[in-house]
């Protein structure tokens, strides 16, 4: 879940950024690029435009935060499980 929400999270995100150049907004696009959830807010105040991407970025979001605990969580088995096999 962790890295599925990574991915649409960072889809969504270039997807608005791409429509915030289309439309001209460069600093939109560059700070979208650069800044995190700035993508997010340009596509609130868009939201005509950006409804799709918004809500795949929304999704992706939500679904990254909710797996990051059990992300972790293996990450923590798997060191202890190394330091356990090291001599």
């Given at each position: ?7 649409l999270a ?9 429509n915030a150049?289309?439309?001209g ?12 959830f ?6 609130f ?5 950006n409804k799709?991407?918004?809500i795949?970025?929304g ?11 059990s992300?972790v969580?293996q ?11 090291a001599?």
């Open positions: 879940m962790f890295w599925l929400g990574m991915i960072s889809v969504g995100g270039l997807w608005l950024a791409i150049f289309r439309a907004n460069t600093l939109w696009g560059i700070g979208a690029l650069l800044l995190p700035v993508a997010q807010i340009y596509g105040l868009n939201l005509d435009d799709v991407p918004l795949l970025s999704i992706g979001l939500v679904l990254f935060f909710m797996g990051y605990g992300y969580d990450v923590t088995a798997m060191q202890a499980a190394a330091e356990a096999a001599p």
